[in-house]
DNA sequence: CCCGGCTTTGAGGTGGTTCTGAGATTCAGT
DNA sequence: ACTGAATCTCAGAACCACCTCAAAGCCGGG
């Protein structure tokens, strides 16, 4: 069991509606680093899966309110990507090709291992982080596709262009010092202040805290590689 | 458990999940003058190797989590180009192949002599420092790249833009003896105060210890050779 | 058109850097 | 040991890079 007690914004969602088995799923789960919301039916887990962003998704096959099937073709519908791992009872494999039909991206039969469970989750959850486009800051990460940080501690804050603009270019080449000017004439106006780029490390330091762009004195700014 | 050690001199990652191997080498590399972090699968080495910087990467090819060869495959993907050294149970020529075709450096068939694994991770780290630039100074090392010096007992010392400027000329041409006048006219205003030289020699031997910068009476510095 | 967030400017403060100069110290030659 | 020259040490002043942040202009969505 590893805990890795620092990368942690992981998110799941778990739809089943069996009580006892939703609660070991989500304890198991968190015990493994992730945080865990839960749904006990297809409406509410629809829901969650439209309002929040997770990173994976346990979808049990059979759900009251809208059955596990219908929420996940909904979802694709929607243009919602997240990897879905789809759980059912039924060994029968016309279940299992209906699920990934449906869009699921692995399926599950019960009753599992849960070393496999986890397994499989900890294999979609990789996925997630290599499709998306994440630039990994000190221990944090960049996202590319939503323009917004990942900071080590969980929390996503949004950036506006010009940060994010600026982040990327000190993240893309990580432990390299940007000179001041350079990265003034790259992401400015000639006519900009002087000063624009010190403004937008102070934004940037603002909302990711002090630690991650490190200032070398007389030479530029540098990610910082902690 | 992941050793962190503050990877400030030259650093090594190690993954291999074999407790008692990976307490060995740690300790073997250790005692070689390198400071080691060890992750026992391939998750962590992935998510360690991507937000630490290393010197040399030495990877089990067989990995539990995500596999040895997977993770250095992710890596250069990424663009992470650290030198890595595959460690492989098979001599089979095959495994070599693809360990080198995935993007390692050297590989080393387990059971290896303990003296062989150190030349190589040497070989390795010498390459890694010809492609940072590193300039030697004494025993310890001047990053070009980060404008800092490197001591030999690991710390590493900011310096500010006439301190860099002047310990790179000396260290440029090792042992050669740099006239006072000459530094003085190189590197500051004709109209400079006579002693401005000695002012920044002081200023760089208490920051890197007095070893480091010989005067040569009568005639000027010179970088110690030792 | 109005509002709210984003961008940009510029003023003011802080602290590190540069540089001078002067006294202390070391050295070579006598 | 003496002496002058070279060098070391270091405090203080001026300077400059950088930080902080308020305020004004800009721009796009409702």
Redesign the interface.
């Known amino acids: 069991m ?1 805990q ?1 007690s620092r ?1 942690e914004p992981p998110g799941l969602l778990v739809m089943e509606d069996d009580g006892e088995l939703a609660g070991m799923l989500a304890g198991l789960l968190r015990g493994n680093g992730y945080a865990v919301d839960v749904a006990e039916d297809g409406q509410r887990g629809l829901h969650l899966a439209l309002s929040r962003r997770y990173n994976v998704m346990l979808i049990d096959r059979r759900l009251p309110a809208i059955d596990g099937l219908e929420v996940l073709i909904r979802l694709r519908r929607r243009g919602v990507t997240t990897r879905a791992l789809m759980l059912t009872a039924l060994g029968d494999l016309a279940d299992r090709v209906d699920g990934l039909n449906a869009g699921a991206d692995d399926y599950l039969v019960k009753p599992f291992e849960v070393d496999e469970l986890v397994a499989r989750v ?1 294999a979609l959850d ?1 996925r997630f982080l ?1 499709e998306a486009q994440l630039v ?1 800051v ?2 944090g990460f960049l996202d590319m596709s939503l323009h917004e940080a990942a900071l080590p501690d969980g929390r996503r804050v949004a950036l506006s262009r010009r940060e994010f603009e600026l982040l990327r270019v000190l993240a893309v080449r ?4 940007h000179p001041r000017n350079q990265l003034r004439s790259r992401l400015f106006e000639d006519t900009s202040a002087e000063s624009i780029v010190d403004t937008y490390v102070y934004y940037l330091r603002r909302k990711l805290g002090s630690g991650v762009i490190r200032t ?4 530029g700014y ?1 990610i910082g ?2």
């Open positions: 590893t890795d990368a900890r990789r290599d990994p000190g221990d990580p432990g390299a010092i070398v004195r007389g030479f540098q590689t902690l």
